[in-house]
Every structure is written in C-alpha cells, then in structure tokens.
C-alpha cells in the first residue's frame, strides 16, 4: 500500500524563485525536470526528452559594457537542446525583450558555435518562463511561439520556441478531468486543498515528488528564512512598484499630456528601482540578488552605493 504524503506544516509557494531553483533545478531530481519541461512542450513517447544535463547559469558579457545574464535553470537535453527555465516572480515590464535576450544568449553561447564550426551544428534553443502575473492579452494560461510566416504558416526553423505559464489564469476543476500541462497549473498555483492535493501527488508521480522536495526546502529553518526573506524582497518590490506607478500617473495627468503620462510613469519605475536598491545595499544583500531584483549591471549598483556613501557589499 502505498504511503500517504506528509505536508510540510508550513505554507509556501511554489512559485517562489529559491525554492524553485532548489526542486528544478538539482541533478537528483532532474526526473521533475524532465517531466514538467515535456508537459510544457507536449512531448511523449519517442519524441520525450529522457536526460537533461544542469549547467552553470551565468553567461559572462564579452565586452565589460555588456549585460551580465543569469539564467535560473539552464541545462542540455539528450538531443543538444538547449533548455532555459525561469520563473519570473515580479513584473518589470519588459518580458518580451527579457526572453529574447537569455534565450539568444543560449542559442548562442556556452559553446554553441566554436570556431571553424558550421552554422549547422547549431542547436535548437527551448524557453520556458513560469509567470507569477499575468502577461499576455488570452486566456489560455499556456502560450507557445514559434517563428513562421504568418501568410503561408511555414516554420522556418525548430530552433526557436518560447513558452509561457501564466500561473493567475489556472481555474481550478477537478483533477481527473486536468491535462498534463493544468496539473502543472495547479500545483503551482497552490490553491488546492489537502484532499486535492492528494489527489493531485496521486495521479502524476513528478508532481508528487515535487512537493516533497518542496516540504523538505521549507522544513529547513535556515532554507525557510531565505525563503521568508525573498518572499518579502517580493512584497516590498510590487509595493513600490505600485505606490510609484501611481505618482506617475497622477503626475502625467496633472500634465494632461499622453508623454506627461508616460514620462510621469518611467519616472515612477526609476524612484521605485532605486528605493528597492537603496534598501537592499542598507541591507547588504549580495549584488547579485540586487541585480535580480531590479535589473541593473553590478558596475551600476555600485555606483550607485558610492553616490549614496553606502558600504558596496561583499
């Protein structure tokens, strides 16, 4: 008979992007991996993907003026693929050029292409970006792109394929009634209730797997204050982000203009990045968790610490 599954007893959320990394992205559990990336991507049978191998995630820029990149879960499928997962847990508004940026990154880097090799040798690039907000103008919480010609439908290339999950779009149903791709939804979502999710661990083995990877990260105490600590790095970012959106629209208002509005609004994202820069230096958060958090170059953040006269961190 088989053992029921224990729940941790303290709440999380999936979503969050260190508990994330830690039950994705680990080469013992690289079965969870595989599972939810061929789910995604519809992928069974012979045609499923069946290794994955992790790789470092961090893409060094080649000029010193280039962007430092750092891709949450990157690794090499049995075929040569390439496979970047994120999870995007705050909204910057720049999704869409986002993905194309890591996703050429590893189209390109990581020895894609060494010299004197054939453009052949090239091999396709998958993203997949989980959302903890909604993105896109449908319903469908999946979206998949790809490049073709709109006129004749041709694809021009397997190279290129970009997915998204839109986690706030799951609707909850029941769970024998879910496909592969809603059972991801509802797990992530997390709002079923303890009987569901049961029922859920019961019916898809890497989804069962996956939570208990999940409770054993949140049982840690030092795992769970890191935990604590983004989860509220999270909060106090879409605070911000919302207080200062809302000074520049009004400020873009008052001005009765449509570029008063829109530089009322850039104006307010620039004060909201900084505060959350400020705040995280006072901290002496690692640089690379500032980076994450609003998107600017090291050589940025430090700057900007000297400027303020706050201690650069170690």
């Known amino acids: ?72 879960i990157f690794g090499i499928l049995n075929d040569g693929s390439r496979i970047d997962i994120e999870m995007q847990v705050v909204n910057r508004r720049n999704m869409e050029k986002r993905t194309l940026f890591y996703w050429s990154h590893m189209y390109l880097h990581f020895d894609a292409l060494r010299s004197g090799d054939d453009y052949g040798t090239l091999k396709p690039a998958i993203s997949i970006n989980i959302l903890r907000y909604n993105f896109l103008p449908q319903e469908n919480p999946h979206a998949a792109y790809i490049l ?35 059972k991801w939804l509802a797990y992530f979502a997390n709002k079923l209730d303890e009987k569901q999710k049961e029922e859920l661990a019961m019916k898809d083995t890497a989804i069962k797997d996956a939570m ?8 840690d105490d030092a795992a769970y204050r890191e935990y604590i600590a983004r989860e509220s790095a999270i909060w106090d970012y879409n605070s911000d ?58 050589e940025r953040i430090i700057a900007f610490a000297q400027e303020n006269n706050i201690a650069i961190p170690k």
């Open 1 to 72: 008979m088989e053992t029921a599954h224990i729940y941790a007893s303290r709440p999380y959320d999936p979503t969050n992007d260190l508990l994330f990394k830690f039950v994705f992205g680990r080469e013992e559990r690289k079965n969870i991996t595989l599972q939810l990336i061929n789910d995604i991507l519809g992928r069974d049978g012979d045609d499923a993907f069946v290794d994955l191998q992790f790789h470092n995630t961090e893409f060094s820029p080649e000029k010193q003026a280039d962007k430092l990149g750092r891709l949450d």
């Open 148 to 182: 073709y010609n709109p006129e004749t439908q041709h694809r021009l290339t397997e190279d290129l394929e970009i997915h998204f999950l839109e986690i706030p779009k799951y609707k909850n149903k029941p769970i024998q009634s879910m496909d592969r791709i809603e």
């Open 212 to 219: 208990q990877a999940s409770d054993r990260y949140i049982m």
């Open 241 to 298: 982000l919302k207080a200062n959106l809302a000074e520049g629209r009004a400020q873009g208002l008052a001005e009765g203009r449509a570029e008063g509005r829109a530089e009322g609004r850039a104006e307010g994202e620039r004060n909201m990045e900084m505060t959350i820069v400020k705040r995280m230096l006072l901290k002496q958060k690692p640089l690379i968790e500032i980076s994450d958090a609003v998107d600017w170059s090291k």
